[in-house]
């Protein structure tokens, strides 16, 4: 029957705790029944309470995609590829050095000169005056000489055209005008020498 009174309560549980303390044999026997209880709730509950590998965020793994489409893999940084900085800056490209007057270069501006002032109104025509400087300009140049008016050319002064710089492969002349100075730029080109510029000055 079970026990119904305090007092009997009391009587059972001096007897359990009393149990222990009877022999030696009983006491190590108590102890490696407590050890094994405490081992075997410490080992339970933390695996009750973990939360499964896979499900929400806690267990999620983070991927990294390695460039260039290689698949993703678990725990590698993507690589980075740096250009590496120019340790020395280039060189400047260098400068024209002078040299004395080629005599090409000398002819061909003379006889542009004299061509650009030898138009004469109502004795010679547009087409007349073009050929003449045709021979000794440039391809890409002459185009624009087809839009100048010689009629309002200024007469060139009858003095040699002088030399105002001169390098390897091209070089500037100066031409008197009667109102300026005409400057002609003279350079070696596949097609030979020829005025490649013209500008008047004053």
Same mark, same amino acid.
């Given at each position: +029957?079970?026990? #119904? ?8 549980? #001096?007897? *359990?705790?009393? @149990?222990?303390?009877?022999?030696? #044999?009983?006491?190590?026997? =108590?102890?490696? $029944?407590? /050890?094994? *209880?405490?081992? =075997? ?10 939360p499964r590998g896979g499900s929400g965020t806690a267990g999620a793994t983070s991927t990294t995609t390695k460039p260039g489409g290689g698949g993703s893999q678990i725990g590698v940084l993507p690589t980075? =590829?740096?250009?590496? *900085? ?6 400047? =490209? ?13 002819? /061909?501006?003379? +006889?542009?000169v004299d061509a650009f002032g030898a138009y004469q109104p109502g004795k010679t025509t547009k087409e007349q005056w073009l050929a003449g400087l045709e021979p000794h300009t440039s391809d890409e140049k !002459? ?9 309002? /050319?200024?007469?060139? /002064? ?8 001169? !390098?390897?492969?091209?070089?500037? !002349? ?5 109102? $300026? #100075? *005409? ?8 097609? $030979?020498?020829?005025?490649?510029? @013209?500008?008047?000055? $004053?």
């Amino acid at each position: +029957m079970p026990i #119904r009174t305090n007092r009997g309560r009391a009587a059972v549980y #001096r007897r *359990l705790w009393g @149990w222990p303390l009877r022999s030696p #044999r009983h006491l190590v026997a =108590t102890i490696v $029944g407590v /050890v094994v *209880l405490v081992t =075997t709730i410490s080992v339970v509950i933390p695996n009750a309470i973990k939360p499964r590998g896979g499900s929400g965020t806690a267990g999620a793994t983070s991927t990294t995609t390695k460039p260039g489409g290689g698949g993703s893999q678990i725990g590698v940084l993507p690589t980075v =590829t740096s250009t590496p *900085l120019p340790t020395k800056a280039p060189s400047p =490209t260098a400068a024209p050095s002078s040299a004395p007057v080629n005599p090409n270069a000398q002819l /061909v501006a003379d +006889m542009w000169v004299d061509a650009f002032g030898a138009y004469q109104p109502g004795k010679t025509t547009k087409e007349q005056w073009l050929a003449g400087l045709e021979p000794h300009t440039s391809d890409e140049k !002459f185009p624009a000489l087809e839009s100048v008016d010689p009629a309002n /050319v200024p007469a060139v /002064v009858d003095q040699p055209v002088k030399a105002i710089k001169s !390098f390897t492969d091209s070089a500037e !002349f100066e031409a008197k005008l009667e109102d $300026g #100075r *005409l400057i002609v730029t003279v350079a070696k080109l596949p097609e $030979g020498w020829v005025v490649t510029e @013209w500008t008047k000055v $004053g």
